[in-house]
């Protein structure tokens, strides 16, 4: 990704650790208002941490499921999607005195990367060692004057924060949801080779998911965002839901199929399972997950790897959907082959199987398109 135009880095010396910096930077963050305010961990300066510590700050769990090259985390990539996609105009760091100069340095990436607003808060009287070497590559000034803080801390100008949303953490109940019906679909889509452009989806062989409500859809959102750290996992429940789409037909979207300025998913099907590959309107709602989902794949691997979850990743995308409490519709308790209180993803796929097992021969023989 091109790096955004370096902006000056405010840092803010608090002579006196006087806890009015500390209390005023704390209550300036609210990630709706595009505010976030990092206070570290004390006890680790390691990368991955303080990568981990924004991560909670953006409210999500800090550990990404995967398997990743190297055994590393990419954590860093994961809070740069985010704060792109949110989007997220202001970071305060306190404790900025802590920091390594590495640390620093990978916070100096993160605001070239974003274009963010970042902000450094040192309790001492004078900038440490390790911090004056990483802003020397830096356009930076200082300020120990508590009202210009005030106003690096919120923006300008000065704004309170807005009376406190609901709670973001999921919800105990279930949110039944029949777009997810196909998310465990037996068919095999697989992506194009050459380069594909595929036209408004139709809808000719099977009928469009219904769109969520204004408040569903807030709550999906909600619970997506609460969920899961991982772009590609929430991106790809986000996209079941308004394409209807397999998990495999999913994993045919790269990067480039994405497209922000005309709003939709190009989905790839040259085999026909379904509708054949087309391009589906991404409803206002998703487009945060899209956005973060472009941004972390091609930040990690590039143009060619999946835009969202891959056929491998099933396991990690179903615990992700049922942490959420986000399900298809589920079998009557006749017709059950788990345990209750077990999601089963499949009642779909072995519903249509039965009645394809009870029809007559002529019948069952596959029609040709």
Known sequence: MPL????PVTVVIDRDDDAIHT??????????????????????????GLAHDLLSALEKPPLLPDRFPGGRQPAWEAATAWITALPITRLTVLRAH????????????????????????CHRPHLPAALHQALRTADYFVTADFEAARRHYYGTPTAEPPPAD???????????????????SYDSPRPCAAPCTPPPIAWRHRPSPAPLTARTAQRVARRLHAA?????????????????????????ARPRDYD???VTLALHDRARYTDGCAAYPVPPWAGVFLRAAACFTRLLSGEDQELLAAPGDRGHLLRMAETARLRPP????ARRKSPV????????????AERYATMPADRARPSRR
């Open 330 to 333: 589920q079998p009557p308790p």
């Open 4 to 7: 955004a135009a370096p902006l």
């Open 260 to 262: 922000d300025a005309a």
């Open 166 to 184: 609901e709670p973001t953490a999921p919800a105990s109940r279930w949110l039944t949801l029949p777009a997810l019906d196909r998310l465990v």
């Open 341 to 352: 209180g077990r999601v089963e993803w499949d009642w779909r796929e072995r519903q249509e």
């Open 23 to 48: 209390h005023t930077a704390l209550a300036a963050h609210h990630p709706p208002s595009g505010r976030i305010t990092l206070h570290p961990g004390p006890g680790t300066t390691s990368e991955t």
């Open 98 to 121: 802590r920091l390594t100069t590495r640390r620093t340095m990978r916070l100096l990436q993160l605001q070239a990367r974003t274009g963010i607003h970042l902000t450094l808060v």
């Open 228 to 252: 899961t750290a991982h772009p590609r996992l929430a991106a790809a429940v986000a996209a079941a839901l308004f394409t209807g789409a397999s998990l495999q037909q999913l994993a045919t």
